[in-house]
C-alpha cells in the first residue's frame, strides 16, 4: 500500500480505538486497569504510524506538484515559442510592407541625378473640412508616374477618396471617421477627379481635380 492509504489506514485506527477506550471507560469501572500500558502502546504505536506516513505524503505530493508544474512551465515557454515565431514573421513582413509604402510628403523626382525615362512619384496631402461636406483642397496637381494622396479626416462623419478617370473608378478606399488612409494609383498625363464617394457627398461639394502633367 502507498503512504496515502497507510495515512488514512492508521486515522481510521486511531479514531475507531478512541471510541472503543471511550465506551469502555463508559461501561467498565476498572478500565483500563492493568491493560493502560498495552492502551498507551497502541496508541503510541498508531499515532507514530499516522505521523509518519502523513510526513512521507506530504512529500510526495510536493515532488508531484513540482514535477506538473515544470511540466505546465514547459507547456507556456514552448506555446509562446511557437506564438514568438508567427509574430516575428508577421512583424517583418509588416515591417517590408510598410517600407513600400513609406513616401515623403511632396513631389519628388523618382529618377537618379542624370537619368532619364524614369517615372516620377508624387505624394499630395488632402483633409476633409471638420463640419463641413468639403475638401481642404479642390485642385491637385501632380506628375505623372505613381501618385500618392494621403487623406486625413478629422470629422466623425465617414468620408472617403476615390480617383476617377472619365467617370470610372482608378483607385480608392472604404469610407473612414476620425482617421488617416492613403490612396495611390499610377497615372499618365492628363485630368482626373478625386471624390468622396459616400452617397451625396460629392454632389454636396466633395470633389476636386487632380492635373497630371
Not at 16 to 41: C, Q
Not at 83 to 98: D, F, L, M, N, P
Not at 114 to 138: C, W, Y
Not at 195 to 200: M, W
Amino acid at each position: 500500500m502507498d503512504n496515502e492509504t497507510l495515512f488514512y489506514a492508521c486515522g481510521i485506527v486511531l479514531a475507531v480505538s478512541a471510541l472503543a477506550v471511550t465506551f469502555a471507560g463508559l461501561k467498565l469501572k476498572d478500565f483500563p486497569g492493568k491493560a493502560l500500558p498495552i492502551v498507551i502502546l497502541w496508541f503510541a504505536v498508531f499515532v507514530l504510524g499516522a505521523t509518519t506516513f502523513a510526513v512521507r505524503y506530504s512529500g510526495e505530493e510536493q515532488e508531484a506538484r513540482a514535477v506538473e508544474l515544470e511540466q505546465a512551465g514547459e507547456e507556456i515557454e514552448a506555446a509562446e515559442g511557437e506564438g514568438g515565431g508567427v509574430s516575428g514573421e508577421t512583424e517583418k513582413a509588416e515591417a517590408e510592407a510598410g517600407s513600400g509604402e513609406e513616401e515623403p510628403v511632396g513631389p519628388t523626382e523618382g529618377a537618379a541625378q542624370g537619368g532619364k525615362g524614369a517615372a516620377a512619384s508624387t505624394t499630395l496631402a488632402l483633409a476633409a473640412d471638420p463640419t463641413a461636406l468639403a475638401f481642404d483642397k479642390t485642385e491637385l496637381s501632380a506628375k505623372p508616374g505613381k501618385v500618392t494622396i494621403d487623406f486625413t479626416n478629422p470629422a466623425p462623419i465617414p468620408h472617403n477618396v476615390v480617383i476617377l478617370e472619365n467617370g470610372k473608378e482608378l483607385a480608392g478606399f472604404e469610407p473612414i471617421a476620425e482617421g488617416e488612409k492613403s490612396v495611390s494609383a499610377d497615372l499618365e498625363a492628363g485630368t482626373y477627379t478625386y471624390i468622396c464617394s459616400v452617397p451625396g457627398h460629392a454632389q454636396a461639394g466633395m470633389e476636386g481635380t487632380l492635373e497630371v502633367k
